[in-house]
């Protein structure tokens, strides 16, 4: 993000984030990606899902190169997840199963974020407090394992941490 649009209007920081998301919709649609995403999942058949923190300033396919559309997201309010709960743990377990029906094995990213210039920029769902995200992260990864194993053949859970300055 160009620093000068952080001191801009908030009329025009919104119109920069419309645009932006209207650039990832024109790309996501675009043939071109599409057939890239194709051969992505061809060429690596392990199936990736990533539980997020809804705030938006973790962009999987940026971080990790992929093609738009590869990672499979789980948005909540500072990537705060229970599997207990009875719609998030069905939903979650039939996309696994789904994948590992078709012969996929499943890498779960269990994400978190924090700013290593200023602690206020960390993640608002923890008080920007990175080791509490990390924790929950790590609490998320335990039931993950719980569910699935802890021999991680099949599925395996990565907390991965983002730091936000530099999509680190
Ligand atoms: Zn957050």
Redesign the pocket.
């Given at each position: 993000m160009p620093t000068a649009i952080h001191s801009a209007p908030i009329d025009q920081r919104i119109e920069w984030l419309m645009e932006l998301s209207r650039t990832h919709s024109a790309l996501y649609c675009d043939p071109e990606n599409s057939l890239a995403r194709q051969r992505y999942l061809a060429e690596h058949p392990t199936r990736i899902i990533a539980l997020k923190?809804m705030?938006g300033?973790i962009h999987l396919p940026y971080a990790t190169k992929t093609p738009l559309g590869i990672v499979s997201p789980f948005r909540n309010l500072?990537?705060i997840f229970d599997l207990g709960w009875p719609y998030m743990g069905d939903l979650l377990e039939s996309q696994v199963m789904e994948a590992i029906q078709q012969g996929h094995r499943v890498l779960i990213i269990i994400t978190y974020?924090f700013s290593k210039g200023d602690r206020s920029r960390g993640?608002?769902?923890f008080n920007c407090d990175k080791d509490a995200a990390m924790a929950h992260a790590h609490q998320i990864r335990e039931q993950v394992e719980a569910i699935f194993g802890h021999g991680h053949k099949t599925v395996y859970p990565l907390v991965c941490g983002f730091e936000t300055d530099e999509d680190a």
């Open positions: 923190c705030d300033r500072g990537g974020h993640c608002a769902g």
